[in-house]
């Protein structure tokens, strides 16, 4: 449809804004049909997956599920305690493994004082979609990403929304038999500009990440993370170098809450954020809002402050609506309401790019330019609807603005 058709809707019919908003509803229902994968398909799909035998081609071979699938791969950032046990380096929670043992993240294992990864070549989900839903708003707006996750995670949240894939074994879960090289190949065939790292937590997958990164790096693609950000200081700095942006889940300013409801702590994520930030990654922060849990107002201010004077004022700041799930499916949404008192206070903070995100058509979710305040990037929901930014400058009075435009 023409842009002067979808004008002519305005009728009655179908608007523009609604026209792009249908866009975004199907983008949505193909990310839960990818999710649903980690069920156990029909036996009609599994016919039709028997029918399509070419494994070369890496878009065929993606579409082949096998439950349970993994490809243990020796790990890094283990380090021997003993003859018997070995500790893993690679997240704050340093766990100590005998033989034989798994650790709480699902995926890494002793095999017989080695250590391993579950979580490699073994993508319980592999989609593209719009890089808005990782949710990256200053990387290339109106893109597409080739999304990867797998099995396990090492914080074990109450609101996950992918906890049938993330706070899973990587045993229980359908998998994609997808190696670096293989994701490369998918990539090259598709219509993305960047790998992204997202939906579960990349931290669990680093080896594979890391690989596929390297990959993805020298064949010019953007390398884009979405993590909790609960990792140990030296993998966060060696990753650095491969990642061109990293949305990381600030899920609370409160350490209490971390410990109850997302199961780690708060200052390893403040300090993985100093270091992407000194490594010069592009950084956006989500920080999701759920009812009576983590909406106390002064708290806000607090970490709003906090990312101004640490981080600077120009990382984006997206406030996430709660919606009930998982074990927090008795908790109400949050109302919009709460949702524009914390961005006010961010604004208030002297952050330049709150915005508020999953609440249809708000103003909020749009991008307004610093320096003379025109609206630069017009959004409904996922979908990029105008643009006013030139070469990272605001096309109307020339400021900068932060993030990769190109
Ligand atoms: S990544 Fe897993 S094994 Fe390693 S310290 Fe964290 S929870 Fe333990």
Redesign the pocket.
């Known amino acids: 449809m023409s842009e002067q058709e979808a004008h002519q809707t305005n009728e009655g019919k179908l608007t523009r804004r609604k026209l792009l908003q249908g866009g975004g509803a199907g983008l949505c229902l193909l990310f839960l049909s990818n999710l649903l994968g980690c069920s156990p398909p029909t036996e009609t799909e599994e016919t039709d997956k028997q029918e399509r035998p070419d494994l070369d081609d890496p878009r065929e071979s993606i579409l082949q599920q096998k439950k349970g699938f993994t490809n243990p791969t020796a790990a890094r950032w283990f380090s021997e305690v003993d003859q018997d046990m070995i500790v893993?380096q690679?997240?704050p929670?340093?766990?100590e493994l005998e033989d034989g043992e798994r650790?709480?993240?699902r995926v890494?294992e002793n095999r017989e004082g080695v250590g391993y990864t579950l979580a490699y070549g073994n993508p319980a989900l592999i989609q593209e979609d719009p890089i808005e839903r990782k949710p990256f708003f200053h990387v290339l707006p109106g893109s597409r990403a080739l999304s990867i996750s797998t099995a396990g995670c090492?914080l074990d949240c109450k609101f996950c929304e992918v906890w049938d894939m993330a706070l899973e074994y990587p045993e229980n879960v359908y998998a994609h038999d997808v190696p670096p090289e293989k994701v490369i190949q998918h990539a090259e065939e598709s219509n993305v500009q960047s790998v992204s790292y997202a939906f579960g937590e990349p931290v669990?997958f680093y080896e594979y990440m890391w690989d596929i990164a390297k990959l993805a790096k020298d064949a010019g693609f953007l390398n884009v993370a979405h993590t909790a950000g609960y990792i140990r200081p030296e993998p966060v700095r060696e990753l650095a170098p491969l990642l061109d942006a990293a949305n990381v889940d600030l899920k609370s300013f409160d350490d209490e809450f971390y410990r109850q409801v997302v199961g780690g702590e708060l200052s390893p994520i403040l300090d993985s954020l100093k270091i992407l930030r000194d490594e010069g990654v592009h950084i956006e922060i989500t920080n999701i809002l759920i009812p009576d849990l983590n909406d106390n107002m002064d708290m806000i201010e607090q970490m709003c402050q906090w990312i101004a004077d640490e981080l600077g004022a120009d990382i984006p700041l997206h406030f996430a609506r709660f919606y009930p799930l998982y074990k927090l499916s008795e908790l109400p949404r949050t109302p919009v309401s709460t949702m524009e008192e914390a961005r006010d206070i961010a604004l208030k903070a002297g952050l330049k790019f709150p915005y508020i995100a999953r609440v249809s058509e708000h103003e909020g979710e749009n991008t307004f330019c610093p320096g003379c305040g025109e609206k630069i990037i017009d959004r409904v929901g996922f979908v990029i609807d105008e643009m006013h930014i030139d070469n990272g400058r605001c096309a109307f009075c020339d400021a900068e603005i932060p993030g990769k435009w190109s």
Do not use: G, M, S
């Open positions: 893993c690679l997240c929670k340093q766990c650790a709480p993240c890494r090492n669990i």
